[in-house]
């Protein structure tokens, strides 16, 4: 059975202070990982994806990094804006993506 | 150009009650999906469309559940007999190709069931 599951499921952060979100998964034949950022009221904001192992990408102050079993958000340097519930997800099957419950961020001025 | 956009924005409706929810997924894009998510969870999977067909209800909860995409564009969620336990934001997502391509998610409607 597909599973992902995100840690920590919430974060507080002094702004300028680094961390890292993970995402670890388990599923049959990885298609593909995404992450997406998500305000609160909104839909999810497409940010990355990541294909294969060793596979890194970035986009300002965020850098997604795959292995065979997890995936990291790293936040550089981040700052208010940044505060968000940040969402995983796998394609699962041919047609959709399975969700993990997301990291909500806040990052504090 | 325009993104993935869904109507109403909020809906609150009460119990029995049939409802209908608007997705206009970005032009051209071929793919649409629907999510459903309920607080403090990520999205959920309902119903994949290609084209004006359904090639994956495997989400959808039960019978009530039923959505429609017949020009191949806009697509329409139908819920029947409402009850309290579908309370939650449902999501409507397009991509340009369907599988393992990005999909672009509206704003969500938030359903609301008395």
């Known amino acids: 059975e597909d599973q992902v599951t995100q840690s920590p499921e919430a974060l507080r952060l002094q702004e300028g202070e680094s961390s890292s979100l993970n995402c670890s998964y388990t599923?049959?034949?990885?298609?593909?990982l995404f992450w997406y950022r998500q305000d609160p009221g909104k839909g999810p904001e497409f940010l990355f994806t990541?294909?294969?192992a060793g596979e890194e990408k970035e986009k300002e102050r965020l850098k997604a990094t795959l292995t065979k079993k997890e995936s990291f958000l790293h936040i550089t340097a981040p700052k208010p804006e940044d505060s968000a519930t940040y969402l995983c997800a796998v394609a699962a099957g041919a047609n959709n993506l399975f969700f993990g419950t997301g990291t909500r961020l806040t990052v504090i001025p | 150009g325009a993104g993935v956009s869904q109507t109403p924005s909020n809906k609150v409706t009460e119990k029995g009650k049939y409802v209908e929810l608007r997705c206009d997924p970005i032009s051209g894009h071929t793919a649409l999906y629907w999510y459903r998510q309920s607080l403090g969870q990520g999205p959920e999977f309902l119903i994949y469309f290609q084209g004006t067909g359904a090639a994956d209800d495997s989400g959808l909860p039960n019978d009530r559940f039923f959505a429609v995409r017949p020009e191949g564009s806009v697509s329409t969620l139908k819920i029947q007999r409402t009850e309290r336990g579908d309370s939650a934001v449902y999501l409507c997502?397009?991509?340009?190709?369907?599988?393992?391509?990005?999909?672009?998610f509206g704003p969500g409607t938030r359903l609301t069931v008395l």
């Open positions: 599923v049959s034949g990885l298609r593909g």
């Open positions: 997502a397009s991509s340009l190709l369907p599988g393992y391509n990005e999909q672009f």
């Open positions: 990541l294909y294969s």
